[in-house]
């Protein structure tokens, strides 16, 4: 009797992604601290930081969860009113409607077991009753 399973082995590219960011992280830090090339300050600035937690969550769980994408759509909108005069009366509505059009167009999670479970009937308790086979 031969009892080989094969499975398939995904290899876990979050680490590798995670530590690919990181290394770019620290590689531009050194470089502004050379004075190598001329960085611009806004690389360095909070919103910046915001952009770079949200890559990381990304690449820690593969792109597969949205918190991500939300993190650092955040720190992009932050970076442009901060970056950019008057920016602020055109982002952040911006930013409302694209939050409302990806609510309306997001697939909605169904259970089977919701779908095609019959409704329970309440309890009665003058009732006798007897297990179900």
């Given at each position: ?24 992280i620290g590689g531009i830090l050194l ?45 992009v909108a932050f970076l442009l009113t ?13 930013a409302v409607m694209g939050f409302g ?33």
């Amino acid at each position: 009797m031969n009892n080989h399973i094969e499975t398939t082995v995904t290899p876990n590219n979050s680490k590798t992604a995670a530590g690919v960011i990181l290394l770019a992280i620290g590689g531009i830090l050194l470089i502004r601290e050379f004075d190598l090339f001329l960085i611009p300050d806004w690389l360095f600035s909070w919103p910046m930081w915001l952009v770079a937690w949200g890559l990381y969550m990304g690449a820690k769980y593969n792109f597969r969860k949205p918190s991500w994408l939300m993190i650092s759509l955040i720190g992009v909108a932050f970076l442009l009113t901060e970056n950019i005069p008057n920016a602020e009366g055109i982002v952040w509505p911006v930013a409302v409607m694209g939050f409302g059009t990806w609510m309306i167009m997001k697939p909605r999670k169904h259970k089977e077991e919701y779908l095609f479970e019959k409704p329970k009937e309440t309890f009665q308790f003058h009732k006798p009753t007897e297990p179900e086979v």
